[in-house]
């Protein structure tokens, strides 16, 4: 059995405000092995970036995990200080393909000067070398060799994304987080830069944390995954235990919204409703508004993490997961003689 690379434990992580705090991840536990690559998905708003910039220390200045434990390597690190990150996780073992492509350059050096700077930080590769590397991930990742001594406002920001997901592979980290690494990008170069990225495991020990909501990536290139919903994780385990066995409803409105789950729309499906805003304890089930299957005690505590089918590695967060084969079907049965699901069982 591989070890965990990156284990999330019962997390909860907040933004303050200057009113109500924004209880942005409650109770979040999800895990991916060494060598895994582990898709995240969930509709907008509902904590991936959040989850994302918790592993490496780089959440707003109001966030704050404010309990829960995160391991990196079985270490603890959710109250590294900012040194603490640099030194043990940042770039080295983890590095970040970030939602945003704005800042994450530094303005005022040329690119070339920036790779060797890192290489002469976290490596022993040569000057020659390091711009060597450089200029073999431009390629990659479709920008002219040529262009490696130009500074960053000289491209585009389109380009600008390309060269940070060089940089984000630059040092052969443990772990590459890619917060829709590809979503500003056209689709041939989003199949290009896919590509790669799926044939890093033969180079060297890599794992990703994928977010997106491009649910066709997910089944390309992960082999976990989690759903989730409204600052919850609603279901994880493996791509084929979440879409062929789903037990949380949000999953299951996921995987009958596409026509074929192998084939679907690229983006994520739109379920009717609105997830609860996040501003007093969350000790509820945040689907319960939107579920078909909701009951009294979804709302009266925070839903139990339930193996499925006794397996610690499949898990849905639903009260009702025990008997959630049966409704879905009978439900599935019936709404196809209605009209639609999303309608059928409000
Ligand atoms: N600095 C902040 N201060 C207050 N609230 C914030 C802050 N950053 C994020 N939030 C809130 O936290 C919640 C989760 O945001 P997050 O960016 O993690 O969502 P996401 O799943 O990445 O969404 P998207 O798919 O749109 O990128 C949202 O309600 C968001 O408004
Ligand atoms: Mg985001």
Request: hydrophobic content about 40%.
């Amino acid at each position: 059995m591989a070890e965990p690379i990156l284990e999330f434990d019962d997390v909860d992580i907040r933004y303050r405000t200057d009113g109500d705090d924004v209880r942005a991840v409650n109770g979040a536990s999800f895990a991916i092995d060494e060598g895994d690559y582990f898709g995240l998905v969930g509709e907008s708003g509902c904590g991936k970036s959040t989850i994302a910039d918790s592993i490496v220390g780089g959440l707003d200045d109001n966030g704050e995990v404010v309990s829960g434990e995160i391991r990196f390597k079985g270490e603890q690190i959710q109250d590294y200080s900012e040194s603490e990150f640099n030194e043990n996780v940042r770039w080295k073992e983890v590095s970040v393909i970030p939602q945003s492509s704005m800042n994450s350059l530094d303005p005022v050096m040329k690119l070339s000067e920036q790779a060797v700077e890192m290489a002469k930080y976290h490596t022993d590769l040569s000057r020659p070398a390091a711009l060597d590397r450089l200029r073999e991930l431009f390629d990659v990742v479709g920008l002219s060799e040529s262009r490696i001594s130009d500074y960053p406002h000289q491209f585009s920001g389109g380009m600008q994304q390309r060269a940070i997901i060089a940089f984000a592979l630059f040092l052969q980290p443990s772990l590459i987080i890619a917060d829709e690494p590809t979503t500003a990008l056209d689709v041939i170069m989003q199949d290009q830069i896919m590509d790669y990225i799926n044939g890093l495991k033969d180079d060297w020990d890599v794992s990703m944390l994928l977010i997106t909501h491009d649910i066709s990536l997910v089944f390309e290139n992960c082999d976990s995954m989690a759903v989730m919903h409204g600052g919850q994780i609603a279901e994880t385990g493996t791509v084929d235990d979440v879409f062929d066995r789903p037990r949380h409803p949000y999953a299951i409105l996921l995987q009958n919204a596409f026509p074929d789950v192998r084939f679907p729309d690229r983006e994520l499906a739109v379920i009717d409703g609105h997830p609860p805003q996040l501003r007093d304890e969350v000790d509820f089930c945040t689907f319960a508004d939107r579920c078909p299957w909701a009951e009294p005690a979804c709302r009266e505590g925070a839903p139990p993490a339930t193996p499925v089918a006794g397996d610690d590695d499949h898990l849905a967060w639903c009260v009702r997961a025990g008997e959630m084969s049966e409704l879905a079907a009978n439900h599935l049965e019936r709404s196809t003689e209605s009209t639609s699901i999303l309608e059928g069982g409000q």
